[in-house]
């Protein structure tokens, strides 16, 4: 986790402490010389700020749905909806799956296979390529010398 994400409870602990120590309104045996209750709703006022812009950024969809959404042919709305769902788009099959559909693929961004099981089972019976990629090399191939 970041700083960013730890910013809302460590200006509100801040803000606590501060108050504790006030000489009018905290406790007499830590109290400070001067009241910093002010400075303590700053703290507060800046921690529900924090945690607002954190729940919005969590909100905002991340350009890379947009574009998937598109090239689907699907609203945003639509896609982010049926990604909340645990679904994922089969490239193969044309349809949502549910996301233990698909396989592991630490090399994608989101960790899984672009097509489901059996998508690529069915792509191997019938002789293609599982990968993006639809020319296989042969040993032959790259053993040949030019002329």
Known sequence: M???????KLLTDLATELETACPTHGQ???AWTSCHCEIAADFRA???M????????ATTMPRTWRSAARQLGVSDDEYAARFNNGEKWC????TWHDRSAFGLDRSRGDGLQPRCR????RAARSGQQPGPSS????ESDTNEVPA
């Open 2 to 8: 970041s700083i960013c994400e730890h910013a809302p």
């Open 28 to 30: 007499g045996d830590e």
């Open 46 to 48: 800046k921690a529900a």
């Open 50 to 57: 924090a945690a607002a812009e954190r729940a919005a950024r």
């Open 91 to 94: 490239g193969g099959c044309r």
């Open 118 to 121: 059996k998508a690529n089972s």
């Open 135 to 138: 020319t296989q090399h042969t």
